[in-house]
């Protein structure tokens, strides 16, 4: 015997109720009701766009928070050394490409040190970071449109490389 679902029987109640003496259907406005558990509704607590965001604002490292807030208030301190007026979200891509080339080469630790290339790249991403979650159009470390900047940061890991070999 064929198995016949609850939804296909209810169907089938429904289109017999719908014919006339005849067998011929009868012009009727109606829905078709499924029964509570063919959606199994009661499986899927409601969530909605804000439940998602605080979720994820629950969960992140209290570190990597300190540290992107930190290295994009460094970076903000540059855009304003450097005489930028904008809303760092208004700043167009291209802009913002020479903005960041500039500040890897520039920036410094306190005490006038250089920062190892490795902590500048974590800068970038955190600069990165920053922007995503500020819906930001494109991505520093993915869109073509930061070539520059992620080239001058691969040339410089590559000097510290040779320098590297070149004294051991």
Request: charged residues 30%.
């Amino acid at each position: 015997m064929e198995k016949v679902s609850t939804y296909e029987i209810a169907v089938e109640l429904l289109l017999s109720d719908m014919t006339n003496d005849d067998g011929n259907l009868q012009e009727i406005d109606f829905q078709v009701i499924q029964p509570k558990h063919f959606f199994q509704c009661d499986r899927f607590k409601k969530v909605n766009s804000e439940d998602v965001d605080v979720y994820l604002e629950e969960q992140a490292n209290i570190n990597t928070k300190k540290k992107t807030e930190g290295d994009f208030k460094l970076f903000i301190a540059f855009l304003q050394s450097e005489g930028e007026q904008r809303f760092r979200e208004f700043i167009p891509p291209c802009d913002l490409n020479q903005h960041i080339s500039h500040f890897i080469l520039s920036v410094r630790k306190k005490g006038s040190d250089e920062f190892e290339p490795l902590s500048l790249r974590g800068m970038i991403s955190s600069i990165d970071c920053y922007l995503c979650k500020i819906s930001y159009s494109v991505s520093i470390i993915n869109d073509i449109k930061f070539d520059k900047s992620r080239s001058v940061l691969k040339t410089m890991l590559n000097d510290i490389k040779s320098w590297e070999k070149a004294t051991n």
